[in-house]
């Protein structure tokens, strides 16, 4: 008995120390993106964004808030996918781009989407179709074609593609 404990607390701190901590459930780790590396936007290209101006009065101009929506082609390139409550800070679009270059083996996921206003897609037993701001990771650099205009939903859209 006395042996076996002696043997027991040399030997499992042993195997513990052989085992490589790797990241676990839960979403994709938040790796900062090295200088190295930059983010381009394919949506601030400017043929596309930011829209035509539109005059609200002669000496004031504004510029409607785009509403950009993934079109339904890019979703078979998808890899993964959270949403967050409304009331959550829109300023999150980093940390999307940070788990996305954090996801999986480097280069695996190359483009991040955030957007406000997103249905939340029926999941966990629940219906879905709350609205929320969603962070959508592409395992492909995403192009200014794999958008689209909609009316309403998908406000203050963000796209990074991480070229390193």
Known sequence: MYTST???????????????????AGGPAIVPIPSTCSVISPLTDASVY???STTTSPSTTTTPSPHYSPAASLLAN???????????APGNFTQCLEQCYGFGERG??????????VPRPPMYGLPGGDESIAC???GVEVKETDFVLVEE?????RVGVIEC
């Not at 002696?6 to 676990?24: G, H, K, N, W, Y």
């Not at 998808?78 to 959550?88: E, T, W």
């Open 6 to 24: 002696i043997l027991s607390s040399v030997l499992l701190p042993l195997l513990a120390l052989a085992t490589p901590i790797r990241p676990r």
């Open 153 to 157: 939903g998908f406000g203050d859209p």
């Open 50 to 52: 930011p829209p035509p």
């Open 136 to 138: 959508l990771m592409y």
């Open 108 to 117: 695996t996921c190359k483009s991040a989407y955030m957007a406000t206003g």
């Open 78 to 88: 998808q890899i993964y996918a959270y949403y967050l409550a409304p009331s959550d």
